[in-house]
């Protein structure tokens, strides 16, 4: 039987990693037009352009950052999840949808916030403030599916044995956290290594701001190509650093029969101070940007009536169109990932792992990279597809994969391939396995994913910029467009829609696919 | 049946494709402000019947994206907020020549000296200054002033701003490169850095720094987005001809690759008409002077004869590609 596994691990059906490999080829494909691009730099302009105290400067301030942001969303992300998943705290139901509500709003109206309340934020504290706030649910989100899909037998099997709660969750709980706690740190990482509105208004200097800058002062696309290849380098780091890290431990449940809902731990007299804790913490990372659209929305300013199309009528219509985008974005973004996810989680190898890898570097590149990659693509080889919904679904696709993949990937590896060998030896064809087994078996760690790409292409502008058809409005360019006239009280309804709409995505999908049937409680 | 259905898929995509051709509509890239787009677009459409789809982003994007699209651009028309992004697409020979009727409506030094992009609306370099925390006394007569010690800390810029980078051309043109470097590395020394206009204007009126390097467009837009007499910041204009008064053009060109030639001077030749300049000068969303001779501008604005610029004619400014390699030398981008 072992045996059988083993070999089934090495070798991954055809099809699968045909799949798989034409997701990844494509997640890649701006990626080489780009190193195209870069190449055409002479030698020389080359060492001038990267040989310089900037490049140092914004080399460690990028490093430190992604350091520093990784280390506090991880810590964040987790404690969070652990409260909402794993204990009695009243409200969970709530509180999992405001942990994830900073998800929802963008971290340019996030960084506005804070530099309107006090100037002293355009530092590294700033940025570091910001963008944890922006991106700790990336940690929480794909930890919150894992621990909600973990099999309770093997905590109480340690119970049983004699080990504390505390080692439980050291030594039974944090280990299975493993696949999607590093995944939700690698997209932190990346996120962070690309963000630009956030840094922009805190006046915190990345490689990607640098990069938007080159393209700004009007430099041919090579240059900027050139910076980027430094911030594809940088991915590789951390992609390798996570790779060595996560090593080659495997968490499938072994176990056969009905899964369990799983336990919950009771806060005792922890409880208050608990909740009074997530309170304030909420009230900081949605309460200041959500009080700031408020402010811009109660403000009717001369320049907000000058707005053309500041009308009800346009803003229900960017508010469709986003939607719309947001679900076929969302929809294709999981097409692609579900091959990529089902090959890693399943199957073991070098080929593997750098196929998967590889839909990864497609987010190590900022927006506007990989935007103008396309554009360069499909216009010239792809006429019919330039500036066609579809090509921007699939710029979406490329963007976001990598943010899909880690939940889904996640998800896949904890539902137990046992219970597919089980439906296979009862008859089921793959398909059939598929939507009967492994979909519902995955079903919370897909939804978090779903959810995460709705949001990610309901809040994406620059792509949307360059791709979408002409004269297509979506919330995030009615809201560019405002603030870019410096008219925040016409910007306002359409941020206040978009956190509306996000937040009710990440409500929606999060929760309602996840809910487990039965639950245990165990008493500390 | 595949190859039928081939077939039909292909035969689609060409009555698309012919149908987004048609003469009727009019493709426009724009880096103007949206709602300036829309304005002129209905306006347009209203005259002639001629619909415009319209496109728009940051100006170096679009400009950017242009020169990937070559020859198989959609776009008829790119309408900007400056001129070296057109001046950019005008040496890579992207651009068609405007008609001279067309070019004849404004003065020629606003214009290109090449004949191929027309200037529409002109912007002021200022100085926006924060009372409480400089006396106006204390305002520098020159921009070159800036780099000095005594100005530490007391001066924000944006320099990857669109905006920012005629300014260092300018310099260039009458300074010459060296000068022009070591003014950008005393200011580098001296400036708190931003991303953009926007964000300096703000900060001067936040009290977050002294003094800023901006458009008067942003001043305005900010006291308009405040409320009348609720900006804590003022305008300073240099002097007798000093590099800081420079004027920014904001112009149009027709796209060689248009397929729709005669509708795109057709909506060019609108643009520089009394009536389309008359609806920009009254407009509180742009604050630009409209350049076509007898049209007013906003009435908030100083009269564009009481400006004393530069004698340096802004549509020779370049395109900015050595101006932003100074800035890279000088670590300010």
């Known amino acids: ?524 | 049946m595949k190859s039928a259905l081939l077939l039909a898929a292909a035969g689609a995509t060409l009555t698309f494709g012919s149908a987004l051709a048609h003469p009727a509509s009019l493709t426009l890239y724009s880096a103007q402000h949206p709602q300036v787009d829309a304005m002129l677009a209905a306006e347009f459409t209203k005259e002639t019947g001629i619909k415009v789809l319209l496109h728009e982003g940051e100006g170096p994007d679009i400009a950017a994206q242009i020169i990937q699209e070559g020859a198989d651009s959609p776009a008829d028309v790119f309408l900007t907020e400056n001129s070296p992004e057109l001046n950019l697409l005008d040496e890579k020979g992207l651009l068609a020549p405007v008609a001279p009727a067309t070019l004849a409506q404004i003065p020629a030094r606003y214009n290109a000296a090449t004949g191929d992009w027309l200037g529409l609306l002109a912007r002021e370099n200022v100085l926006a200054y924060n009372p409480s925390m400089l006396a106006a006394a204390k305002l520098p007569a020159s921009l070159l002033d800036l780099s000095k010690h005594e100005w530490n800390g007391k001066v924000g810029i944006a320099p990857s701003d669109a905006d920012f980078l005629p300014l260092v051309s300018a310099l260039i043109k009458t300074q010459g490169k060296a000068a022009t470097l070591s003014w950008l590395e005393g200011l580098k020394a001296n400036a708190k850095i931003y991303q953009d206009d926007e964000s300096v204007a703000a900060a001067v009126a936040n009290g977050d720094v002294a003094t800023g390097v901006i458009n008067n467009y942003y001043w305005y837009r900010l006291e308009t987005q405040l409320g009348p007499n609720r900006i804590d910041s003022k305008i300073y204009h240099f002097e007798s001809g000093d590099i800081g008064g420079l004027i920014n053009v904001s112009g149009a060109a027709v796209l060689k690759s248009s397929k729709n030639q005669q509708e795109a001077q057709e909506f060019i030749a609108f643009l520089a008409s009394p009536q389309a300049q008359e609806m920009l000068g009254k407009s509180d969303i742009d604050y630009e002077y409209p350049l076509r001779p007898g049209v007013a501008p906003n009435a908030k604005l100083t009269p564009f004869k009481d400006l004393q610029p530069p004698a340096i004619s802004p549509a020779n400014l370049g395109d900015d590609q050595e101006a932003g390699q100074l800035l890279q030398q000088a670590g300010l981008i």
Do not use: K
Request: aromatic share 8%.
């Open chain 1, 1 to 524: 039987m072992l045996a059988r596994l083993r070999r089934a691990e090495d070798s991954p059906p055809p099809a699968l990693l045909l799949a798989a490999g034409a997701a990844s080829c494509l997640a890649l494909l701006p990626l080489a037009v780009t190193a195209v691009n870069a190449a055409s730099v002479g030698w020389d302009t080359a060492v001038a352009l990267l040989w310089r105290p900037l490049v140092g400067e914004l080399l460690v301030n990028t490093l430190v950052l992604i350091a520093c942001v990784t280390a506090l969303c991880s810590i964040i992300g987790v404690g969070a999840a652990w409260l909402a998943e794993r204990t009695d705290l009243p409200g969970r139901q709530i509180w999992a949808v405001l942990l994830v509500a900073p998800l929802s709003i963008p971290a340019f109206i996030t960084s506005y916030a804070w530099v309107s309340l006090s100037a002293a934020f355009e530092t590294f504290g700033g940025a570091l403030l910001v963008v944890t706030i922006a991106y700790y649910p990336l940690v929480y989100l794909p930890v919150a599916a894992a621990l909600r899909e973990m099999d309770p037998a093997l905590e109480e099997t340690a119970r049983t044995l004699g080990l504390s709660p505390g080692a439980v969750l050291l030594r039974v709980v944090l280990p299975q956290l493993r696949p999607a706690l590093l995944g939700g740190m690698l997209l932190v990482a990346a996120n962070t290594l690309v963000e630009f509105g956030a840094f922009a208004l805190l006046r915190f200097r990345t490689f990607t701001t640098a990069i938007y800058a080159a393209y700004q002062a009007g430099f041919s696309g090579a240059e900027p190509a050139l910076l980027a290849m430094v911030l594809v380098l940088l991915c590789i780091a951390c992609l390798t650093a996570e790779y060595l890290v996560r090593g080659g431990a495997r968490y499938g449940r072994l176990a056969r029969g009905a899964r369990r809902g799983a336990a919950r731990y009771g806060l005792g007299r922890w409880r208050n101070a608990v909740l009074l804790g997530l309170a304030l913490f909420v009230l900081v990372t949605t309460g200041v940007p959500l009080i700031t659209i408020g402010f811009w929305l109660t403000q009717s300013s001369g320049a907000a009536l000058t707005v053309a199309s500041g009308t009800l009528p346009a803003l229900a219509q960017a508010a469709w169109t986003s939607a719309g985008l947001g679900i076929e974005g969302a929809a294709l973004t999981l097409f692609l990932a579900l091959p990529l996810g089902a090959l890693a989680a399943r199957h073991h190898g070098l080929l593997i792992t750098f196929i998967e890898r590889c839909a990864y570097l497609a987010q190590s590149v900022p927006g506007i990279v990989v935007a103008l990659a396309l554009v360069s693509l499909t216009v010239h080889h792809l006429r019919p597809l330039y500036q066609s919904r579809l090509s921007l679904l699939f710029a979406y696709a490329i963007l976001f994969l990598p943010l899909a993949l880690v939940s889904v990937r996640a998800a896949l590896m904890q539902a137990q391939p046992r219970l597919e060998e089980d439906g296979r030896s009862l008859g089921l064809g793959w398909f059939a396995v598929l939507c009967r087994v492994t979909l519902p078996l995955a079903a919370a760690g897909l939804g978090a994913a779903a959810a995460m790409v709705f949001i990610s292409v309901a809040t994406e502008l620059t792509a949307t910029l360059l791709l979408a058809p002409i004269g297509t409005q979506t919330l995030a360019t009615q809201i560019w467009a405002d603030t870019s006239t410096v008219a925040f009280a016409a910007a306002a309804p359409y941020a206040a829609a978009m956190a509306v709409m996000s937040m009710a995505a990440s409500w929606l999908l999060a929760q309602r696919f996840g809910v487990s049937p039965l639950r245990a409680t165990v008493e500390p």
